[in-house]
């Protein structure tokens, strides 16, 4: 039987837009990982009538509530007296929480104010959980075989409560299921194009075996999660699957596994082979180099990079023929691969990535429109390039023809060891 989980986040702030909700994703991801089901998760207003209507609900279709936010000590934090009063709870001063909190402002060198001293008044009909980073405790409430659970909205004081005391609470209280997930990192395909391209693999998942599909620009996760009550049958079935999956795929599509970046499964390839590259970028504006050296270590295998947005800078810097400008254009096949020869040469790298194209918004014409982009590849083995159609947004442009000048010198590395 799976423990159904409702997640309540309280804050205007969250309503707004003024505060992103990082609580929800972190909790649901906790939770599914240790055998959980979240059923929903709602942000709502701080209003009584609000956090009134929200339990009403959660507690008739859940058998763990949780909520976060309304604990400190101002005027507009009424959580913890919606939820005596919803309880029918009288209050009461709580020493050790009083204890917790004088020595938290002691240590900071401030004096307890009243209101934080109110802070220390918990509901008679709570179980208090104690908070290792704030002031504000957590509250644990049961009504008809249902755990209601009340925590600080500050997220590193949620998540310390969270993991250290509510975790194990309740999965001492609760059976769960045993959760396993696998991630496949794509690239290179859309949403659609992937489901078309997997449909017999996908056909043949168990129910208890799940594939979501996950896209954003550039990339698409593909999450298969699988629920059930034997741990080693589920491992077993679910690399199978993702293996029968990866394979329909390639490795020109699937570059990784549980949410590994591109950079940096490229970057270890980079290492391991002792292989240099260096960038001349136009249209992506330095977006390459930059994605290259988040990953720590870095310069053992980027060797620098040029951008030359002008066609005085190609021509100067990359060593580009003013004559294949003229007779082409900046976004061609010709200046394009002339580039990353430049920059190969002016390097001294193994690989040299270029890219020269249109990003948009203006700039676009009946035979290069907007999105225009072409992207070569200077190596050992000598130089590739190929155009592209990206679309008429300016940041998803760059960003793809980042990610897929990325991709193409993994794979030209892969192609080029086999």
Known sequence: ??????????????????????????????????GFYVKTIKAIADSAEAIESALDYATKNAQVVLLSGGLGPTKDDITKKVLAKYFDSEMYFNEQSYENIARLFYSRGFPVSDDNRLQAFLPVKAQAIPNRNGTAYGMWFEKDNTVIVSMPGVPFEMKTMMEK??????????????????????????????AKEIE???????????????PKPGFVRLRLSARGTDDEQ????????????????GEKVVYGFDEESLEQVLGNLLLN??????????????????TLTTKAGSSAYFLGGIVSYSNE??????GVDKVLIDKFGAVSKEVVEQMAKGGQQAFKSDYCI??????????????????TTWIAL???EGIVSAKYSLGEDRGRNIFRASTIALNMLRMAIIEGND
């Open 1 to 34: 039987m799976r423990t159904e989980v409702e997640i309540i986040n309280i804050g205007d702030e969250l309503l707004i837009g003024q505060v992103v909700n990082t609580n929800a994703s972190w909790m649901g991801s906790l939770l599914s990982q240790n």
């Open 165 to 194: 005391e509510v975790l194990p609470r309740l999965k001492a209280r609760f059976s769960v299921e045993v959760y396993h997930q696998k991630v496949i990192m794509t690239t290179g395909l859309g949403e659609s194009m992937l």
């Open 354 to 371: 270029a890219t020269s194209g249109i990003a948009g918004p203006g700039g676009g014409t009946d035979e290069k429109p907007v999105g």
């Open 313 to 318: 800078a190609k021509m100067q810097l990359l």
């Open 200 to 214: 017999a693999e996908e056909n043949a998942l168990p129910d208890y075996i799940k594939l979501a599909y996950l």
């Open 234 to 249: 589920l491992k077993s079935e679910l690399e199978y699957h993702t293996s029968q999956i990866v394979s329909r795929l």
């Open 273 to 290: 082979k002792r292989l240099t590259v260096s960038t001349a970028e136009s249209c992506t504006g330095g977006t390459i180099a930059q």
């Open 378 to 380: 200077a190596g050992p």
